[in-house]
């Protein structure tokens, strides 16, 4: 017997729903991803320095272009603005840096403290301007130094009269108008009036001393090999204290910070002040021209009695010393000569004697620091300060 089977398509149109037991639980919706906030950088970290210097710099050029629009642009003064650009703004903006350090060893970060501490690089062009022109230096960062381009202005003008004396003469007026504009960027900065008055008497000591300073320099001649320690004092009145001490105990004088924290902090920035001038001697003999802006032994072409050279006077042999005094006695050096006397000087180990001074008051400058009682976070800011400011192999 056959059996016949049929295969039958049945069509569903609505399958079965499960039901509410068996249902599963629908995917739960994800919420939106929230944006990240960017972490502000931590204070002393390479891009919280790099982000106050910015800012330092933002400050600073925005007070100048307001200034030069108001009281130089309206005379057709167009080149003393740029001869002005020339020396501000294109540093490190150390001393601002450490003022703005000193600060925030007593208080908070502050947009208005930056703006006073910016001040300063005013101040800075200020004593730059004044001493290329003391220094007969042409250039300055790798440019005409103001008082060389301003003789040029004069020259390409057809005026009367000497266009070096002029430039000269221009030059010191350009570093009073710097003088005057450090004073008022740090009397409109925002810092309220109990944080102004505790901070006017260390900026007129900081800028007596500095002008002292440089006058006793201009007697501090490398033929007649006075000591080290007037040497030492010099560079401390004229650069050490003014780029590294007086900042600091600004900065802290304005946020109010007690007595003991500003005398550690002189005795650390006096230290420091101290390495940052003898590696400035370093430069000034052995330097990069493509970092210092100068050429090699450029100390010596002008006979500045600096540590380095006082240090050859010290170490080196009697018959090495007696050629170095001829040198030093020449009224002119030239490539040779100097060339010769920066061998001698090398030979003498006074580079690397200076090399142990910068690393010994590194040393002390610290262990000040670890006995004070400043803030942990700002000192170790400090000490990476110090540490780049006292190096500047870049």
């Not at 930056?114 to 301007?129: M, Q």
């Not at 920066?342 to 006074?350: F, N, P, Q, V």
């Not at 700002?378 to 000490?383: D, F, N, Q, S």
């Amino acid at each position: 017997m056959r059996f016949a089977s049929k295969c039958v398509r049945v069509k569903i149109d609505n399958p079965p729903q499960p039901s509410p037991r068996s249902a599963a639980r629908p995917e739960p919706v994800p919420e939106p991803e929230r944006p990240v906030r960017p972490t502000e950088p931590r204070i002393g970290d390479p891009a919280w320095f790099e982000r106050v210097r910015a800012s330092l710099r933002g400050h600073t050029a925005q007070f100048v272009a307001s200034r030069c629009a108001e009281e130089l642009a309206p005379l057709g003064f167009a080149e003393p603005i740029r001869a002005l650009g020339g020396v501000i703004g294109g540093g490190k903006a150390l001393r601002p840096t450490f003022m703005y350090l000193g600060w925030l060893c007593g208080a908070d970060e502050s947009e208005a403290a930056l703006r006073a501490s910016a001040s300063l690089e005013l101040l800075h062009a200020f004593a730059l301007v004044q001493d290329d022109v003391m220094d007969e230096s042409d250039s300055r960062r790798g440019r005409p130094a103001a008082h060389v381009r301003m003789a040029r202005w004069h020259a390409r003008g057809g005026h009367t009269g000497s266009s070096a004396r002029f430039g000269e003469s221009a030059a010191v007026l350009l570093g009073d108008l710097c003088l005057v504009w450090a004073e008022r960027m740090l009397r409109e900065s925002g810092i309220d009036a109990a944080a102004a008055a505790r901070v006017w008497p260390h900026y007129d000591a900081m800028r007596a001393e500095l002008a002292i300073g440089q006058l006793a320099d201009l007697l501090n001649d490398a033929a007649h090999f006075p000591s080290l320690e007037r040497v030492l004092d010099i560079a401390r009145r004229k650069s050490g204290n003014y780029t590294v001490r007086r900042p600091l105990e600004l900065g802290a004088a304005m946020a109010g910070c007690p007595a003991p924290v500003l005398e550690a902090l002189g005795d650390f920035g006096g230290l420091i002040g101290e390495a940052f001038q003898i590696r400035d001697d370093l430069l000034g003999l052995f330097g990069d021209p493509a970092i210092t802006g100068k050429p090699a032994g450029a100390d010596l072409r002008d006979r500045k009695a600096t540590t380095v050279v006082v240090l050859a006077g010290q170490l080196a042999t009697p018959a090495a010393r007696a050629r170095l005094h001829q040198f030093l006695a020449r009224p002119e050096l030239d490539d040779h000569a100097v060339a010769d006397a920066l061998t001698l000087i090398d030979k003498s180990g006074a580079p690397r004697r200076a090399e142990q001074m910068i690393a010994e008051r590194l040393l002390r400058a610290e262990s000040v620091l670890d006995r004070s009682g400043v803030d942990p976070v700002a000192a170790e800011a400090l000490v990476r300060l110090a540490r780049r400011s006292t190096d500047r192999s870049h």
